[in-house]
């Protein structure tokens, strides 16, 4: 099979190729005088390390302009995955984001966790997915590299990388605000003011602060579920004295307290908790009844209070025509508290809460070669820090939890806690047994980097590219109980047990140190077929640093700390990329296969705790496309497809797709304008459609999942199957004014669909539903000088 796949997606970048010299060979001889308003946006980007035309680098490298962001509505990742060929971004809160590169997810929030898709903030990494998810506004563009790529960009790129490159101070002066509104209660302010001090120093300040009401109704009363509330504030300086010299400096900070996500159950009906009556439906998307318990976590309600802030110091000094030294020095930190009821109904069986901290601090010193000649390399030294931790307390209610699973909570309306309460026998299990532990990790990482790229003849590039990685790393790992749990065993001759974690000695932390270093590479050939058209081949490698994972089966014991082998992939790689018609059309294709040894992923223990396990094998093949095509300058027309063929090869879950990879995703758009009453009109509809997808690796297989007590899943329901979303927006800009009017509808049709299912109730047998965003419309007015 895997022949029969790999031959076809040759075929299909062989015809790409073949296409592209034919569309040379249509081109008409002479061109028009002005095309430019005809002609597609040209960016230029430096994924490379230097700035280079995208047809021109050779990897599979989808940029988009912060202007072109702004046509589509893109204000968040997982908006802009969508557009994506290859990529695609899993909300369930901005503290709990997945990132998917090519079949591969990175979502995990532990401490001693390296992510496989990293973020990166103006080339500096963001490292733990719980700080990456941040807001898109004013921005120069953002640049998605597929493959492994940690030779261009380090650490944390396994399997892609997504650099977010903010707008920089220039020295013009210029200022913009827009205001939106909408239903369910949204609303965005966002502006922006652009100024020169003095003939070497400018600065650039901007912000956005945007609020929407949440979209599953709490059947509880109260604020609903999955709401928004963000507010971010951005700080550009940039210092340049001379030609030599040039300095940019870059604050960022942010604020996120959106209510709670809604882990909703299908397997208990929604109920008043406190009479058993019940009040919603077991619809995926309908109503929820969730609830915390007073004064747990000091008394924080349901939903997120994540804070963010970053310092970036970007130098660069020409030492002369050919030589200029770089320097990236950076700090980061962040703080997130999120309280959600993992069970699904209102009950407060469990009650759980995640608070994640982290702090890094980055220094990269960076010498580039350019002469105008046969060779432009790059070379370097690095240095990461990184101190972080997840404390994750659960706070379980007994005497709910006894009835569960000994089968007496009656399927689907269960009880009311009256009812329970008033049961006999029931009185020796705590209502608030609080079971807390924590992971910790400290990275201190030594980078070496050095990337040649030799200009063989007119037409052959041959590139190669080398880091070595030396990591310096500790992990710990806590618990600590408030008592006994009498469900979980405890008594006189066993002792103090838990029921999902067992204390540690002296409910003490217990730290490992440990060091990892390896070699990761990439060798790439680039042929221009002719002046606008090119192909390409690459070989690179990643490698994902080893892990220590702690936990403790035994109560009162040391920690444990399991060694999680180094995962390491093979990536091979072909494509072509081309403008035609006067760069009115811009094609772009490549071909991957990947093989993966020690696949790093997470399962539920027996305890239904996630913890991370070696899988094996996987290999991952695919086809990824993108085209643009802009036949008059009133007409543009952009469409992308990605195909991912992602499967575990052997060991756990052998045949298995991987979570969260739909093995089809397309995006198709317009945009369209045109003078009409003393102004211009411009709509933009677009379309994105993905096929079925699966939201772990276990693929909802019975015989793979843990489950406890007398409710077991047996039932493969936690897949969303293949849907699409369709998007509108109108804009108006009267002739001679610099105001623009907007409407826009997203989620045309209201499509039911949702985001993830399993999640923590999965290891008992319940899985909850995250609901996915239904029709969302609204105004906009905006304007810019």
Known sequence: MRYLHTRNLMVAVSGLALMTGAAHAAEPAAAPADTSAS????????????????????????????????????????????????????????????????????????????????????????????????????????????????????RGALIGAVNVIQAKAKHTQDWSAKVEGGNYGYWLAEGMINMPITDSLAIRLSGRAKQRDGYVKNLLGGEDFN??????????????????????????????????????????????????????????????????????????????????????????????DSLTLNSTSAYRYFSGEEVFDPDGFSLPMFTFAEDAEGKSASQEFRLNYDNGGKITAFGGLSYFWEDGSQRVPLLINEKVTYL????????????????????????????????????????????????????????????????????????????VLNGPSIVGGSSATAGVRGLLVQSTLNNAAQYKSFTDSGVTYRAVARYAVTDNANVYASVSTGRRPKVLSGSNSKPGAAATFREIPAEKVTSYEAG??????????????????????????????????????NAGSAKSTGFEGQATYQPTADVSLFATYGYSHARFAVGLFDGNHFRLSPDHSVSVGANLST???????????????????????????????????????????????????????????????????????????????????????DAFGIATFIAGEPRFYGLSVSIRH
Do not use: C
């Open 227 to 320: 709401s928004t509330d963000t507010k971010a504030v951005r700080l550009a300086i940039n210092y340049a004295p001379g030609d030599r010299f040039k300095l940019d400096v870059l604050y960022n900070y942010e604020i996120d307290k959106p209510s709670g996500t809604s882990f909703k159950s299908l397997s208990y009906a929604p109920t008043n908790p406190t009479t058993g009556a019940v009040i919603g439906d077991l619809g995926r998307n309908s109503g929820a009844a969730l609830t915390t318990v007073d004064g747990f976590e000091n008394g924080q309600k349901l939903g997120l209070n994540r804070r963010l802030w970053s310092l970036t110091s970007l130098a660069s000094y020409k030492i002369s």
């Open 675 to 761: 003078t009409i009453a003393g102004g211009r009109l411009t709509f933009l509809p677009t379309y994105t459609w993905q096929s079925e997808q699966f939201f772990d690796n276990n693929n909802d297989i019975a015989s793979l999942q843990s489950t406890t007590g007398t409710i077991k899943d047996t039932v493969q329901d936690e897949r969303q199957k293949a849907f699409g979303l369709a998007n509108l927006r109108l804009t108006y800009q009267p002739e001679g004014r610099n105001v623009t009017f907007g409407a826009f509808v997203n989620n045309v049709f209201d499509e039911k669909y949702i985001k993830d299912a399993g999640n923590t109730g």
């Open 404 to 479: 569960f699973l000994t089968g007496q909570l009656a399927r689907p309306n269960g009880l009311s806690m009256t009812t329970i309460n008033a049961l006999p026998g029931l009185s020796v299990f705590p209502s608030n047994h609080l079971e807390e532990y924590t992971n910790y990790g400290k990275t201190n990482s030594y980078d070496a980097f050095a990337d040649v790229t030799v200009h063989a003849t007119d037409k052959l590039e041959l590139a190669a590219g080398l880091r070595y990685t030396y990591d310096d790393k500790q992990s710990g790992y806590k618990a």
């Open 576 to 613: 072509a990329k081309g403008e035609f018609l006067e760069r009115r059309l811009v094609l772009e294709g490549s071909v991957y296969h990947y093989e993966y040894t020690n696949f790093q992923t997470s399962v539920r223990d027996a305890n239904g705790l996630v913890t991370s396990t």
């Open 39 to 154: 002609q597609v946006e040209e960016l230029l980007v430096t994924a490379q390390k230097r700035e280079q035309k995208t047809v021109d680098v050779p990897l599979a490298l989808t940029a988009y302009s912060g202007a072109f962001l702004d046509k589509l509505g893109v204000q968040e990742f997982e908006e802009l995955g969508q557009f994506v060929p290859g990529f695609d971004v899993q909300n369930q809160s901005p503290n709990n984001p997945g990132f998917v590169m090519r079949g591969i997810t990175s979502d995990s929030g532990e401490a001693t966790n390296e992510p496989r898709v990293s973020v990166y903030q103006d080339g500096v990494s963001v490292s733990k997915s719980r700080g990456s998810y941040t807001e898109l506004f004013d921005l120069e563009r953002v640049e998605v590299a597929k493959g492994p790529q940690s030779t261009l960009y380090g």
